[in-house]
């Protein structure tokens, strides 16, 4: 089992910034990839950007690429996600998964893949 608890959350103007941050505790040695999804009330839940934990590469959906960076200690078992020059468009509530299944890189952010998810945080950002 793997626990993720995600914090950084909060409310920005367009234009700012904020990091957010998931620490995973438990069986973290068998986590093959992990992921940042975030869901917009009456939407459906969007991978937003995703890193494979052995070879460090990562993907990110075209709305955020550009703006978004997500990385990881392995030292601190944290995966992060630096949002930059935020927009309205970006409110929502951000969850961090991770998976222990070995999926192809165009499934990466897809969420039926991610079997374990925090509780989410949320990000609201005004114009």
């Known amino acids: 089992q793997v626990q993720l608890v995600e914090s950084g959350g909060g409310s920005v103007q367009a234009g700012g910034s904020l990091r957010l941050s998931c620490a995973a505790s438990?069986?973290?040695?068998?986590?093959?990839?992990m992921a940042w999804f975030r869901q917009a009330p009456g939407k459906e839940r969007e991978g937003v950007a995703m890193v494979f934990t052995g070879s460090g590469s990562t993907f990110y959906a075209e709305s955020v690429l550009g703006r978004f960076t997500i990385s990881r200690d392995n030292a601190k078992n944290t995966l992060y996600l630096q949002m930059n020059s935020l927009k309205p468009g970006d409110t929502a509530m951000y969850y961090c998964a991770a998976t222990e299944i070995r999926m192809a890189a165009i499934q990466a952010l897809s969420a039926i893949w991610y079997n374990y998810w925090g509780q989410g945080t949320q990000v609201t950002v005004s114009s």
């Open positions: 438990g069986y973290t040695y068998s986590v093959y990839a």
